[in-house]
């Protein structure tokens, strides 16, 4: 094996007339999807990721270029029509333009087979060392679509203040986190990192789901704001090829906590170490249940669902009594998969007040949620479907 390295290496330097240049080498290919999320007569958050995509070509004009990355935007324009372009930075009128890739009609972004054309054609265009993903829109966490018989609309009228939860405001456009995964998996690559610039996606769940697609995990587990993450702010650290994981959480939050909405949690989650996790979890799962003495309103709650949904995994665990062994192994892995969280005092919602919202208290936030204790209809419904589940009880 030696040898036949050794003459490869050879292949690559003095046997060639040309030298291998690894400058030239694509270092990483990132891939930023805006897909509906509206319905067939309204907008959704489209202007807000109009917003978004300003931003980021701000700062690439900032940055006076790309440097060593590629990037590609999918954006639906409307409940049916979508495309997929380049974004290039041109040095002599010093702006950024859209190279226009593929044109989309209808809905099939929401299937795996639609998932897996798109990255499957951002692959082909530019293979890379690394790969990134970048996803804005809503987000209803783990739950299949199917898990819904009252699927959690967005309010008609306007409202004060706008999130970006409640699935695609219309199942039609909805997108299951396991085709999401698939799609990944078939294109045979592994995401550095998946952002979700949308409500709810922080839980254990979906991290469990995409454990074997992607290293690294940054998403809320509450509401995200409608004006989304700062992108001016943090898109050095995005694109990059060795990404500053704590900095974008905490430049996220801290944009937050300065603003007249400062209502934000936000983490890194380290994918890789989600079999560990899992592995604790079963152990305590073996030996430890919920008292049902315990009033579940003492665990933290980290949405607006009635009743809740998604629960402070930490909190959880610390409800579930476990013994000073299990107790201290689950602290040292949710240290080790839970790379950087941050919060705000309050978390905002709109499910309950859909003209004004309300908030609530955090007190606690690990950077994972965790669907176990949730007596919600989705969670009996669906919960044991999840991997998550399955490796766990």
Same mark, same amino acid.
């Not at 004004?356 to 994972?368: N, P």
């Given at each position: 094996?030696?040898? @036949?390295?050794?003459?490869?290496?050879?292949?690559? $330097? =003095?046997? !060639?007339?040309?030298?291998?240049?690894? &400058?030239?080498? /694509?270092?990483?290919?990132?891939?930023i999807m805006y897909p509906w999320s509206g319905t067939e007569n309204s907008a959704g958050l489209y202007s807000d990721m109009v917003n978004n995509l300003n931003q980021i070509e701000n700062?690439?004009?900032?940055?006076?270029?790309?440097?060593?990355?590629?990037?590609?935007?999918?954006?639906?324009?409307?409940?049916?029509?979508?495309?997929?372009?380049?974004?290039?930075?041109?040095?002599?009128?010093?702006?950024?333009?859209?190279?226009?890739?593929?044109?989309?009609?209808?809905?099939?972004?929401?299937?795996?087979?639609?998932?897996?054309?798109?990255?499957?054609?951002?692959?082909?265009?530019?293979?890379?060392?690394? @790969?990134?993903?970048?996803?804005?829109?809503?987000? $209803? =966490?783990? !739950?299949?679509?199917?898990?819904?018989? &009252?699927?959690? /609309?967005?309010?008609?009228?306007?409202?004060?203040?706008?999130?970006?939860?409640?699935?695609?405001?219309?199942?039609?456009?909805?997108?299951?986190?396991?085709?999401?995964?698939?799609?990944?998996?078939?294109?045979?690559?592994?995401?550095?990192?998946?952002?979700?610039?949308?409500?709810?996606?922080?839980?254990?769940?979906?991290?469990?789901?995409?454990?074997?697609?992607t290293n690294y995990l940054m998403s809320s587990s509450s509401e995200v704001m409608g004006l989304g993450f700062p992108y001016r702010s943090i898109w050095s650290m995005l694109n990059s090829?060795?990404?500053?994981?704590?900095?974008?959480?905490?430049?996220?939050?801290?944009?937050?906590?300065?603003?007249?909405?400062?209502?934000?949690?936000?983490?890194?989650?380290?994918?890789?170490?989600?079999?560990?996790?899992?592995?604790?979890?079963?152990?305590?799962?073996?030996?430890?249940?919920?008292?049902?003495?315990?009033?579940?309103?003492?665990?933290?709650?980290?949405?607006?669902?009635?009743?809740?949904?998604?629960?402070?995994?930490?909190?959880?665990v610390d409800s579930l009594k476990p013994s000073g062994y299990l107790k201290d192994q689950f602290t040292a892995q949710i240290k080790k998969t839970i790379k950087e969280a941050a919060h705000?005092?309050?978390?905002?919602?709109?499910?309950?007040?859909?003209?004004?919202?309300?908030?609530?208290?955090?007190?606690?936030?690990?950077?994972?949620?965790?669907?176990?204790?949730?007596?919600?209809?989705?969670?009996?419904?669906?919960?044991?479907?999840?991997?998550?589940?399955?490796?766990?009880?």
């Open positions: 094996l030696f040898i @036949y390295v050794s003459f490869a290496l050879m292949g690559l $330097t =003095g046997c !060639n007339d040309e030298a291998f240049d690894i &400058d030239s080498v /694509n270092k990483q290919t990132l891939l700062a690439i004009k900032k940055n006076k270029g790309l440097k060593s990355t590629r990037v590609f935007v999918f954006m639906s324009t409307s409940a049916t029509e979508s495309s997929l372009f380049e974004l290039t930075y041109n040095s002599s009128t010093f702006s950024v333009e859209h190279q226009m890739l593929e044109n989309y009609t209808g809905t099939a972004y929401t299937t795996t087979e639609g998932l897996t054309n798109i990255i499957g054609e951002v692959k082909q265009q530019a293979e890379a060392l690394n @790969y990134a993903l970048i996803i804005g829109g809503h987000g $209803t =966490g783990w !739950n299949n679509i199917s898990d819904w018989t &009252d699927y959690p /609309n967005q309010a008609k009228r306007k409202a004060a203040l706008k999130t970006r939860s409640f699935g695609g405001l219309d199942n039609t456009y909805a997108i299951n986190v396991s085709s999401l995964a698939q799609a990944i998996e078939t294109n045979g690559i592994k995401m550095q990192y998946i952002l979700f610039d949308a409500c709810y996606m922080g839980n254990v769940e979906t991290a469990y789901e995409l454990k074997d697609v090829a060795t990404p500053n994981y704590s900095g974008i959480v905490n430049g996220i939050v801290n944009f937050y906590k300065s603003s007249y909405v400062p209502y934000c949690n936000m983490a890194a989650i380290d994918c890789r170490e989600m079999d560990n996790l899992a592995s604790v979890m079963k152990e305590i799962n073996s030996k430890y249940t919920l008292d049902s003495s315990i009033p579940l309103e003492t665990i933290q709650p980290l949405d607006g669902f009635t009743p809740n949904l998604f629960y402070d995994m930490s909190v959880y705000t005092d309050e978390a905002f919602t709109m499910l309950k007040d859909p003209y004004r919202g309300t908030t609530f208290q955090v007190k606690s936030y690990c950077g994972l949620s965790i669907s176990d204790p949730s007596q919600h209809s989705v969670a009996l419904k669906g919960r044991e479907k999840t991997g998550w589940w399955k490796a766990t009880h």
